[in-house]
């Protein structure tokens, strides 16, 4: 199973990364966003929103768990940090098995409702400016999508 390990200089190249790999999205994709405060998780969500052609400001749904957005493809975006029981079933299946692409944030604390395959990508604080990207892709589907936006 590959993992790729990338660097990320600059939030600027964290969003160009975020919108070419928005552009090879399908629907029904899903991405588990991992990373401490500030590591860029939103920064990549923007980047994401920018590439599927979606014009609202994005931001974090803290208060909501799930914000939608419609673009070429709707994305729901969903931070599951707050959830007070994470066993509880809120229905994430329907996003999912949606029409659109859904990126978690936190999605560790609903691993046992998240799907069978889904791209992990790991922030990691790396100086200042620079952070570390570990993608982990998890299935066929993923493990194509990876080769695709790295190796070209
Ligand atoms: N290489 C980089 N990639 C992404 N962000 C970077 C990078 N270098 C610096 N930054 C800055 O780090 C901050 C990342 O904040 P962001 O809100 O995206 O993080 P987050 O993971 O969503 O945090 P939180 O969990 O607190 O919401 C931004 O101010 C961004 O400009």
Redesign the pocket.
Known sequence: MAIYELV????E??MEFAVRLSEQLQPKDVIALE??????????TKGLAKGLGITRAVS?PTFTIVKEYKGRLPLYHMDVYRLEDTFEDLGFDEYFEGDGVTVI?WAHLIKPQLPDELLYIH?YHHG????KMVLEPIGKRYEQLCKEIIEG
């Open positions: 990320m200089h600059s939030a190249e964290t990373g401490d405060l500030g590591a860029g998780k939103t920064t990549f974090s944030e922030l200042d400016q620079e952070r």
